[in-house]
């Protein structure tokens, strides 16, 4: 870093401190935004795998309670 507050980029041009810091502070906030809607994303997903196990694992409950029922009745 020099002293009149700029930073050299890759293609030799510079850039000060000020604008990187505030690209940054974008990114970063976009960083964010994107993380939290995947997660939603994924949330959502796992509850409907979630919601079809229970159905599946309920009847199945159900079906078996419903046999026991009719197997224990004389």
């Not at 030799?12 to 997660?39: F, Y």
């Not at 959502?44 to 599946?56: A, D, P, S, V, Y």
């Amino acid at each position: 870093m020099t002293a009149d507050s700029s930073h050299r980029t890759d293609a030799g041009a510079r850039e000060p401190v000020g604008d990187l810091v505030q690209r940054a502070s974008q990114q970063l906030s976009q960083l964010v935004l994107d993380q939290k809607r995947l997660a939603q994303t994924e949330m959502i997903e796992k509850g409907k795998r979630f919601g079809k196990g229970r159905r599946t694992a309920g009847g199945s409950v159900s079906r078996l309670s419903a046999r026991s029922a009719v197997r224990s009745h004389p």
